[in-house]
């Protein structure tokens, strides 16, 4: 069982930053691809960012440009930098990790909000 803590979520203004980092329990984290989901009130939970274990990168085209993931494997952690943010990316923002054909894990999720 992989534990997934998410940190960083917050209160911004329109415009403003964010960093919300996730924190994995696997010895192995280097080999799982790990994502970035969010779900906003009354919506479904969509796919923001994906990370390959190798660092390739995707991204939703509503943040491309505007978020930057990415991991640090020494360390265990996957990261979301966030510039430019809009109302609309208010959310529950959840870690995701999988490692193909074996298993997958969720975070307990962080609310980010973004309000003047």
């Known amino acids: 069982q992989v534990q997934l803590v998410e940190s960083g979520g917050g209160l911004v203004q329109p415009g403003g930053s964010l960093r919300l980092s996730c924190a994995a329990s696997?010895?192995?984290?280097?080999?799982?691809?790990m994502a970035w989901y969010r779900q906003a009130p009354g919506k479904q939970r969509e796919l923001v960012a994906t990370i390959g274990s190798i660092g390739s990168t995707n991204y939703d085209d509503s943040v491309k440009g505007r978020f930057t993931i990415s991991r640090d494997n020494a360390k265990n952690t996957v990261y979301l930098q966030m510039n430019s943010l809009k109302s609309e990316d208010t959310a529950v923002y959840y870690c995701?990790?999988?490692?193909?054909?074996?298993?997958?894990?969720w975070g307990q999720g962080t609310q980010v909000t973004v309000s003047s």
């Open positions: 696997t010895s192995i984290f280097s080999r799982y691809i």
């Open positions: 995701y990790a999988r490692l193909v054909g074996v298993s997958n894990y």
